[in-house]
DNA sequence: GGTATATTGTGACAATTTTCACAATTTAAA
DNA sequence: TTTAAATTGTGAAAATTGTCACAATATACC
């Protein structure tokens, strides 16, 4: 039960829901969701007991009452505050990245060794990485992104969970090796795009 | 036989095992892989034993040996040339990303709407999307980053594969509709800080 | 009101994926 | 040379995940 696949289809209805509510639909059934994210209707459903919607047989399901599960499970009530290390190209993108807001993820400081860059305005104060613990322990944040290069990832990743972090999504190409109590997402986006080519090579025709 | 997921453990092979490579190991042996990646030994074993990698029995697997074996899997002899769609954030860290060059994946364009990010010099030629036939025809691409806003994601989509695109690694929160031949992989990054987010307060003290 | 139709909800089943356990084999050491 | 130890390779079992099919039921229409 609650499997990460589980959740990640989760991930997947918000966003055509939202979609599609946008458009100005307020019902839906199940094989228009599966239709819009290719997730089968069947499993859908399935997927929505176990979220405790109901549909009404003939009805479908109603939007709001979707979302509003699926906001409640990922606790979208607070505010949830991130640190960000290393403010490359990705550290960069991540900071000006506006779709956080909408999910109520904040970015609240960014830390590099860079002197220039912590003198340098961006939308987010930068520090050095010795004022981790006190800005983690002040804004009380849970979770980091890793955004430096591959060699210090470690020793960043190391530095932050002895500051209290416990979940890093990591986008250094490096698996980073941490405690159980720690949750970690790598985003490999060199893996990503050699899958793509990958795949792309072998479909038919 | 070779799922999605068999092909992502094996890049995870490669990171791992390019890394122990550097610390001067020639070989390994699968708990040692595992122990590196989080994935069992077994399963590392299994894996290797469908790719046609040979251990020996107490003598384990040759680095190199599981390395070309890799590399050859994804057809890295040939380079990968790529087009990307929004020279936003996203997009333009995607171009400044220097890893991609180890992986022969190379960007040969970019395209977006404004004129100002054409004339600007950036590590890689910007075109209007109107140039897309061309250049993809001209480079031979068949692989596409998406990185332009959600509202005209489906619309370069459409383009891109109209030009004969049939990969793509799509950064806007959108589900893409895409023909059964077009392989596409989406990067949610708020959907996966989220996922972060919700197991780091999870997970159990 | 009655009947046909559409859709949910779910138990049984199928498929896939992973783990387990151990025989086979190699190497090292005694 | 024999024995002990370590590690691969793999068939069988277990676990997980997803699909199928259909009963239950609500709705719309005649």
Redesign the pocket.
């Known amino acids: 039960?609650e499997?990460?696949?589980?959740t990640k289809?989760l991930l997947t209805y918000r966003l055509s829901l939202s979609h599609l509510k946008e458009v100005g639909l307020t019902d839906?059934?199940?094989?228009l969701i599966a239709g819009e994210t290719g997730?089968?209707?069947?499993?859908v459903?399935?997927d929505?007991?176990q979220l405790k919607?109901?549909?009404?047989?003939?009805?479908?399901?109603e939007i709001d009452v979707i979302l509003d599960a699926i906001n409640n499970y990922f606790g979208d009530n607070t505010i949830n505050r991130v640190v960000l290390a290393g403010m490359g190209n990705i550290g960069r993108a991540i900071v000006n990245y506006k779709n956080f807001e909408n999910r109520r993820i904040k970015i609240v400081a960014a830390f590099d060794l860079d002197p220039a860059k912590q003198r340098k305005k961006y939308d987010v104060p930068v520090y050095p990485m010795e004022k981790c613990p006190d800005i983690v322990d002040k804004y009380r944040v849970n979770v980091a992104v890793i955004a430096v290069p591959a060699f210090s990832a470690q020793t960043v990743c190391d530095r932050l969970i002895q500051c209290g972090i416990r979940g890093i999504m990591n986008f250094a190409p490096v698996n980073l090796k941490v405690p159980d109590h720690v949750y970690i997402s790598n985003v490999r986006l060199c893996d990503e795009l050699q899958q793509v080519i990958y795949h792309s090579t072998k479909t038919n025709q």
């Open positions: 039960m499997s990460t696949a589980y289809r839906v059934f199940s094989y997730i089968s209707a069947a499993l459903r399935k929505l007991a919607v109901k549909g009404k047989r003939r009805g479908g399901y």
